[in-house]
Antibody, heavy 120, light 109 residues
């Protein structure tokens, strides 16, 4: 059974940093591209970042470029999102999702999300 | 950045048919935008229903179908059920950037 489990969310002050993790199981993690999507409270979905299976291609939304870094460790079946210089508008539920083998969009499975709150 | 537009809300009767659309500020939506459709119910993570315009997953009820219609991506729900009441989002690809639509709240009433 494919499972994605996010962790690392919490309360952080503006300007602070946080590292999110997504633990994957039930599939060969190294074969698939992975994605982070976020959703501010009461708002719609926003694509954040995507990474190729080999980490050779990485894409970011303009809203996070230069502040967030996506990475993965295929040996640990884990996806990460390092978030720096956090702002109030980064407050959201952050979801990881599995992409296709050749696509950078949430093809099938999603995690349940981890909540990030940026507030003083 | 492109803006992807959906109807804010639609109402369908049980057993009825409704079509949701997904338009792009850059022009006509084509198969090259690889349209996706997601369903999200309150308090739950999104669920991918349709990918690459019209492909379904094993969990996608047969009553949902995806297409291109009049320069937009479309999601048609035929034979609506009470459990289909949810928010629906589309997603379009723009050469390394990916934009979700504004979302459509579907009420089955």
């Amino acid at each position: 059974e494919v499972q994605l489990e996010e962790s690392g969310g919490g309360l952080v002050k503006p300007g602070g940093s946080l590292r999110l993790s997504c633990a994957a199981s039930g599939f060969t993690f190294s074969y698939y591209n992975m994605i982070w999507v976020r959703q501010a409270p009461g708002k719609g979905l926003e694509w954040v970042s995507s990474i190729r299976s080999s980490s050779s291609y990485i894409y970011y939304a303009d809203s996070v470029k230069g502040r967030f870094t996506i990475s993965r460790d295929n040996a640990k079946n884990s996806l990460y999102l390092q978030m720096n210089s956090l702002r109030a508008e980064d407050t959201a539920m952050y979801y990881c999702a599995r992409g296709g083998r050749d696509g950078y969009t949430p093809r099938d499975y999603w995690g349940q999300g981890t909540l990030v709150t940026v507030s003083s | 950045q492109a803006v992807v537009t959906q109807e804010p809300s639609l109402t369908v009767s049980p057993g009825g048919t409704v079509t949701l659309t997904c338009g792009s500020s850059t022009g006509a939506v084509t198969s090259g935008h690889y349209p996706y459709w997601f369903q999200q119910k309150p308090g739950q993570a999104p669920r991918t229903l349709i990918y690459d315009t019209s492909n379904k997953h094993s969990w996608t009820p047969a009553r949902f179908s995806g297409s291109l219609l009049g320069g937009k991506a479309a999601l048609t729900l035929s034979g609506a059920q009470p459990e289909d009441e949810a928010e629906y989002y589309c997603l379009l690809s723009y050469s390394g950037a990916y934009v979700f639509g504004t979302g459509t709240k579907v009420t089955v009433l």
